[in-house]
Antibody, heavy 122, light 107 residues
Framework: EVQLVESGGGLVRPGGSLTLSCVASGFTFDGYAMHWVRQAPGKGLESVSVIRASGGTHYADSVKGRFTIARHNSQNTLFLQMNSLRIEDTAVYYC????????????????WGHGAQVTVSS | DIQMTQSPSTLSASVGERVTITCRASQSISRWLAWYQQKPGKAPKLLIYKASSLEGGVPPRFSGSGSGTEFTLTISSLQPDDFATYYCQQYISDLYSFGQGTKLEIK
């Protein structure tokens, strides 16, 4: 059974830092791209960052230069380091597994974590 | 960046009705489109990928169609469990983007 379990959320002051973790199980972690998606209160879904199986990374313009995505394949763990946090970064942060495996035609995000609440407030 | 636009933003319908949600991409995405269902306080659930392929375990009353820039999600006969928010997502670019969502409400 595939599981994604996030941790590390919390309350932080503007300008502060936080690191989210996502521990994966039930699949070959190093074979898939992994994503962070956030959802601000009452709003829609926003892709924040992706790290490919190859290690390549991409970021939303809204977080570029402030957030860093990383993966430790030996620990089946995905990270999101968030620096210089702003009030508008307040959201539930989900880690999600990419469905594309390079063999089948599958796509999208087939598994999601339960989400980690990040609140940026003074 | 590829912008995804859904319509309508809110849809009121009754159990048993057939409903359609539209998603438009700002440029061609071929068939690299997914649909999700999200209920309050829960993570999204993948329903459809590659525009029309049903994810395992998803009831066949859900169907998707389209290619290029225009796509639709159809629910053939609404069930009480279907009232939720639906999102489309393109996955052709470096960072995948979502539509703004369509909230499906009970009439």
């Amino acid at each position: 059974e595939v599981q994604l379990v996030e941790s590390g959320g919390g309350l932080v002051r503007p300008g502060g830092s936080l690191t989210l973790s996502c521990v994966a199980s039930g699949f070959t972690f190093d074979g898939y791209a992994m994503h962070w998606v956030r959802q601000a209160p009452g709003k829609g879904l926003e892709s924040v960052s992706v790290i490919r199986a190859s290690g390549g990374t991409h970021y939303a313009d809204s977080v570029k230069g402030r957030f860093t995505i990383a993966r430790h394949n030996s620990q089946n763990t995905l990270f999101l380091q968030m620096n210089s946090l702003r009030i508008e970064d307040t959201a539930v942060y989900y880690c999600a597994k990419d469905a594309q495996d390079g063999y089948s035609a599958r796509g999208g995000f087939d598994y999601w974590g339960h989400g980690a609440q990040v609140t940026v407030s003074s | 960046d590829i912008q995804m636009t859904q319509s309508p933003s809110t849809l009121s319908a009754s159990v048993g009705e057939r409903v359609t949600i539209t998603c438009r991409a700002s440029q061609s995405i071929s068939r690299w489109l997914a649909w999700y269902q999200q209920k309050p306080g829960k993570a999204p659930k993948l329903l459809i990928y590659k525009a029309s392929s049903l994810e395992g375990g998803v009831p066949p009353r859900f169907s998707g169609s389209g290619s290029g820039t225009e796509f639709t999600l159809t629910i053939s006969s609404l069930q009480p469990d279907d009232f939720a928010t639906y999102y489309c997502q393109q996955y052709i670019s470096d960072l995948y983007s979502f539509g703004q969502g369509t909230k499906l409400e009970i009439k």
